[in-house]
């Protein structure tokens, strides 16, 4: 295996991927090499990661319960935490029980997984997360997409199906911030007895759920929620039958149980609704702005607002231009994003000021001219 060739193809082809240190804690500002910058491209949307009252109930949990859960959950790592804060989640999605997992990937291949037996096809929205599509890869069925929230195309593909299928959309789309239409999908799975699954890893915290009767519901808590882990949401023989049957949730251990003393603050600060209006305004204020500046976002209501460029070239010149002038944007690139269109992938917190954000579209106007 030559992989300096390969690599040296990557970096050729602008795909090259490299991390920086993030040396302070997650917040608007970030430092970087020394360098102080305002960060666009964090999914803790909500500001939540240093909440004081987050890390307090966090420092209480380590206090009680150590620091790791010390086995998976089926052996003896299912604490009172872990158990409190699951009941938390059923009760705030309005579901009979709620399982957590590790992260979001795990959750989407442990459904996946457990599933695996019982599903003739699966089809999923072309532009859904990596996680779920590895999760179909996984289990051997066919990766079927339809048009991008396109109900019409989605009905056409049902049609051709027979069995027990499934229905996989991310809620609100990782790299695009706009919504999938669950109503419409509701529609269609009534009518073929279906399964919904919804990935809401990016709406969790910041948007109301909708989750129709009988569907699988998956958020992450890595994001608006602001600590780590994962839920799956629905029905108690649903939930039941995971415990079962998801390798990912049985062979694996069980997330620190002050990580679910902190998520359950987390939950309660989401329920306040206070970072949630700071966010909705500053969502507000953007599309404004960008507006008035002529800078043509994608359709984009929620906390991901894209700016799509085309070429990878131009994605990563665009983001440098920013990231000089203290501004960190991601800049995103196929094949987490389909060819030619990469992307600055702009996400706003509740914590960002007005201000901050006019600067950013300020300079973003001035690097395109
Ligand atoms: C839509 C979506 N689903 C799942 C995941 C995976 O979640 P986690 O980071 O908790 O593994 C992500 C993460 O970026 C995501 O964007």
């Known amino acids: 295996m030559d992989f300096a060739k390969k690599l040296s193809s990557l970096k050729q082809s602008h795909l090259y991927r490299s991390r920086k240190i993030s040396e ?55 604490t009172p935490a872990h158990q409190a804060l699951e009941e938390a989640l059923a009760d705030y999605t309005g579901q009979e029980k709620a399982l957590l997992f590790s992260t979001g990937y795990m959750a989407n291949i442990g459904v996946f997984s457990a599933l695996r037996d019982e599903l003739d096809w699966v089809l999923q929205d072309k532009l859904n997360h990596a996680s779920l599509i590895d999760a179909n890869h996984l289990i051997g069925l066919p990766l079927q997409r339809y048009l991008h929230n396109d109900m019409i195309a989605l009905e056409k593909k049902i049609a051709k199906q027979s069995g027990q299928g499934l229905i996989a959309t ?33 709406g969790f915290g910041v948007f109301v759920p909708i989750i129709p009767q009988n569907s699988i519901y998956m958020a992450t808590l890595g994001k608006a929620a602001g600590t780590m882990g994962a839920f799956v949401a629905g029905d108690e023989d649903l939930i039941d039958f995971l415990i079962q049957k998801s390798r990912p949730y049985i062979y694996t251990t069980a997330i620190a149980p002050a990580l679910c003393v902190a998520t359950i603050k987390s939950l ?37 607002q894209p700016y799509i460029v085309g070429s990878s070239k131009k994605a990563i010149h665009l983001s440098k231009e920013l990231l000089s002038a203290g501004f960190y944007v991601s800049a995103i690139r196929p094949p987490t994003v389909p060819k030619d269109t990469a992307r600055l992938r702009i996400t706003l917190s509740a914590e960002h000021t007005h201000d901050q954000i006019k600067h950013l579209l300020t300079q973003l106007k001035y690097a395109l001219q």
């Open 24 to 78: 302070n804690a997650q917040n608007t500002q970030l430092i970087i090499n020394g360098q102080s910058l305002i960060n666009f491209c964090s999914n803790d949307y909500l500001s939540l990661a240093k909440h004081p009252k987050i890390k307090q109930a966090f420092k209480q949990g380590v206090d009680k319960f150590g620091v790791g859960a010390g086995a998976s959950h089926l052996i003896s790592g299912h």
């Open 170 to 202: 991310d809620t609100v789309f990782s790299m695009d911030g706009d919504r999938a239409d669950i109503k419409g999908i509701e529609k269609m799975v009534k009518k073929s007895s279906a399964l919904l699954m919804q990935d809401d890893a990016h």
């Open 268 to 304: 309660e600060l989401i329920k306040q609704g206070e970072q949630n209006a700071k966010l909705l305004s500053n969502i507000c204020y953007f599309q404004t702005l960008s507006k008035a500046l002529n800078l043509p976002m994608a359709n984009s209501n929620s906390a991901i």
